[in-house]
């Protein structure tokens, strides 16, 4: 019967066999120069086939520690300080010369001191009224405790249970002096079985090196007879280029989340907009710079929007021509509702929340209402690495009553936080339709710089009225770009890079 064993099995088989006896498995691996791991796993294999095994023994391993490897190089402290008396050939010394020529620590010094009185070489006497030292003894055989420590000088560490009865006496009178540590190790021998001894190599075959398991392999176990090249975990895996979420679609569903979890409900609206909610119930008048053709895109087809209810839009020229019942002086000038009739391609997402507060009039809606709008809007710029023509806007609104500027910086700092900003700070702003306004500055750990995000603040009562949002029931509001975040987010230099969607950045975002 032959055996098919990997190739590396074979070579430490016959190691194995021309040693005979049992070997201890770490000793193996260095001298064949492979992993310790690696030679167990070729034993696990010789065991499979009953070739061999291995057993395990506890011992104590004891080694020199750094004291001790010191003694090693330079002498035991009396041995050191016996060296000195004879080198100097003085056969009596006062103590305190002795320590100072000793350079020894004197805690030290004291234990050589002891120990060459007990080996018998040294008397000490006072009589002269000085401590003196004698060189007694006419000849210093090496002791004991010296061979023991010299033992040491071949292999740092040994067996304690190999010590003789002898050593094991000179072991334990030096341990008393902290020189060494004791550790216990676990140690694997590994032998040949009887049927490991007498097989012959002959009838021993490698399996072939194969790197691939086909489903034949696997379905008539086959597989078992191949030498399988093991994988390196540690390599890198092919790429993957399967589809995949765009990563502002993904950082769209992370915003959304943020206010679901806060409580708010989406909302969306037209993007061909009538000027009536992008500007005129925002309380921008007529005339307002935003409102230019540089500024705003407007469409030939359709060229009106329809607007809302007539008592609406009456209420909301009020509003611009005398302040209607918003106790506002109003704009002054004669409000033309072809003008609101205009369309534009909406230029923020607060057209949007206009709609909402028309609906909140129009159903008679309790308080408080919460939503959000995440959206494209289109301002005609010129485009370059920091601005888009076309672009998204982040905006929510909390419709509620006694509400104040405390529960929207409080709203705010929840909001940016769930972003991922820590701190947020705001300033004075302005905006034409909310009173007090706000800017929103965060700081990003990042760069450790503080960044503008947006805007926010409290809808003015022009803007609320012809909606039947009075006092003490007010709108807070916020909003800001989306792709500015994103440029953060995602580490891009170029805002235009979101739409262009280089692939290389494409394929390095995650699933
Ligand atoms: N609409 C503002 C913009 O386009 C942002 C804003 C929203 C400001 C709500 C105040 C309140 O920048």
């Given at each position: 019967m032959t055996i098919k064993l990997k190739k590396q099995v074979i070579e430490i088989l016959t190691v194995l066999k021309k040693k005979k006896t049992e070997q201890l498995a770490s000793t193996l691996a260095k001298e064949l120069n492979i992993d310790y791991i690696v030679l167990m796993a070729a034993i696990n294999d010789l065991i499979d086939h009953d070739l061999g095994g291995f057993r395990e023994k506890e011992?104590?391993?004891?080694?020199?520690?750094?004291?001790?490897?010191?003694?090693?190089?330079?002498g035991l402290p009396e041995n050191?300080?016996?060296?000195?008396?004879?080198?100097?050939?003085?056969?009596?010394?006062?103590?305190?010369?002795?320590?100072?020529?000793?350079?020894?620590?004197?805690?030290?010094?004291?234990?050589?001191?002891?120990?060459?009185?007990?080996?018998?070489?040294?008397?000490?006497?006072?009589?002269?009224?000085?401590?003196?030292?004698?060189?007694?003894?006419?000849?210093?055989?090496?002791?004991?405790?010296e061979k023991f420590m010299k033992s040491f000088k071949a292999n740092l560490t040994r067996d304690y249970s190999k010590l003789s009865k002898n050593e094991q006496l000179q072991f334990d009178l030096l341990n008393r002096r902290k020189i060494f540590t004791k550790e216990k190790k676990t140690q694997r021998y590994i032998f040949l079985t009887k049927k490991g001894k007498s097989f012959k190599m002959?009838?021993?075959?490698?399996?072939?090196?194969?790197?691939?398991?086909?489903?034949?392999?696997?379905?008539?176990?086959?597989?078992?007879?191949?030498?399988?090249?093991?994988?390196?975990?540690?390599?890198?895996?092919?790429?993957?280029?399967?589809?995949?979420?765009?990563?502002l679609v993904n950082l769209i569903n992370q915003i959304r989340e943020i206010f679901i979890s806060m409580g708010f409900t989406e909302i969306r609206g037209p993007i061909v907009e009538s000027a009536f909610f992008n500007f005129d119930a925002l309380f921008q008048p007529q005339d307002h710079p935003a409102r230019e053709l540089q500024d705003t895109f407007y469409l030939n087809n359709p060229k009106f929007a329809k607007l809302p209810e007539k008592d609406r839009v009456l209420a909301v020229k009020a509003t611009h021509e005398n302040g209607g019942d918003s106790n506002s002086l109003g704009w002054r000038y004669q409000w033309d509702e072809n003008i609101a009739k205009q369309t534009v391609l909406r230029t923020h997402t607060t057209a949007t929340t206009m709609r909402r507060l028309a609906q909140f009039y129009r159903n008679n809606d309790k308080t408080p209402v919460k939503v959000f709008c995440i959206d494209r809007v289109f301002r005609n710029e010129k485009l370059d690495k920091s601005h888009l023509a076309e672009f998204t806007q982040i905006e929510g609104i909390v419709i509620d009553e006694n509400v104040n500027l405390s529960d929207l910086i409080g709203l705010l700092s929840e909001f940016?936080?769930?972003?991922?900003?820590?701190?947020?700070?705001?300033?004075?702003?302005?905006?034409?339709?909310?009173?007090?306004?706000?800017?929103?500055?965060?700081?990003?750990?990042?760069?450790?710089?503080?960044?503008?995000?947006?805007?926010?603040?409290?809808?003015?009562?022009?803007?609320?009225?012809?909606?039947?949002?009075?006092?003490?029931?007010?709108?807070?509001?916020?909003?800001?770009?989306?792709?500015?975040?994103?440029?953060?987010?995602?580490?891009?230099?170029?805002?235009?890079?979101?739409?262009?969607?280089?692939?290389?950045?494409?394929?390095?975002?995650?699933?």
């Amino acid at each position: 019967m032959t055996i098919k064993l990997k190739k590396q099995v074979i070579e430490i088989l016959t190691v194995l066999k021309k040693k005979k006896t049992e070997q201890l498995a770490s000793t193996l691996a260095k001298e064949l120069n492979i992993d310790y791991i690696v030679l167990m796993a070729a034993i696990n294999d010789l065991i499979d086939h009953d070739l061999g095994g291995f057993r395990e023994k506890e011992i104590y391993q004891i080694s020199l520690n750094d004291e001790g490897q010191n003694y090693l190089e330079n002498g035991l402290p009396e041995n050191q300080l016996l060296n000195l008396m004879k080198e100097s050939d003085v056969k009596e010394i006062s103590m305190e010369d002795l320590i100072v020529k000793s350079k020894l620590d004197k805690q030290i010094f004291y234990v050589g001191l002891s120990n060459m009185r007990k080996n018998g070489w040294i008397a000490q006497s006072k009589a002269t009224g000085e401590n003196k030292i004698f060189l007694v003894a006419e000849e210093f055989p090496e002791t004991d405790v010296e061979k023991f420590m010299k033992s040491f000088k071949a292999n740092l560490t040994r067996d304690y249970s190999k010590l003789s009865k002898n050593e094991q006496l000179q072991f334990d009178l030096l341990n008393r002096r902290k020189i060494f540590t004791k550790e216990k190790k676990t140690q694997r021998y590994i032998f040949l079985t009887k049927k490991g001894k007498s097989f012959k190599m002959s009838e021993i075959k490698e399996l072939t090196h194969i790197s691939k398991i086909t489903s034949e392999m696997l379905s008539s176990g086959t597989w078992k007879d191949y030498d399988i090249k093991p994988f390196d975990v540690t390599k890198p895996g092919p790429s993957l280029k399967a589809g995949k979420t765009h990563p502002l679609v993904n950082l769209i569903n992370q915003i959304r989340e943020i206010f679901i979890s806060m409580g708010f409900t989406e909302i969306r609206g037209p993007i061909v907009e009538s000027a009536f909610f992008n500007f005129d119930a925002l309380f921008q008048p007529q005339d307002h710079p935003a409102r230019e053709l540089q500024d705003t895109f407007y469409l030939n087809n359709p060229k009106f929007a329809k607007l809302p209810e007539k008592d609406r839009v009456l209420a909301v020229k009020a509003t611009h021509e005398n302040g209607g019942d918003s106790n506002s002086l109003g704009w002054r000038y004669q409000w033309d509702e072809n003008i609101a009739k205009q369309t534009v391609l909406r230029t923020h997402t607060t057209a949007t929340t206009m709609r909402r507060l028309a609906q909140f009039y129009r159903n008679n809606d309790k308080t408080p209402v919460k939503v959000f709008c995440i959206d494209r809007v289109f301002r005609n710029e010129k485009l370059d690495k920091s601005h888009l023509a076309e672009f998204t806007q982040i905006e929510g609104i909390v419709i509620d009553e006694n509400v104040n500027l405390s529960d929207l910086i409080g709203l705010l700092s929840e909001f940016y936080k769930k972003m991922g900003f820590e701190k947020i700070i705001t300033r004075p702003g302005f905006f034409p339709y909310t009173e007090p306004s706000m800017e929103v500055s965060v700081y990003y750990d990042k760069l450790g710089e503080w960044l503008e995000m947006g805007g926010s603040g409290i809808f003015r009562p022009e803007v609320t009225y012809p909606w039947g949002i009075k006092n003490p029931t007010r709108v807070l509001a916020w909003g800001q770009g989306l792709e500015r975040i994103a440029m953060l987010y995602y580490d891009r230099k170029d805002i235009r890079d979101l739409y262009v969607n280089p692939i290389k950045w494409l394929r390095q975002q995650p699933y």
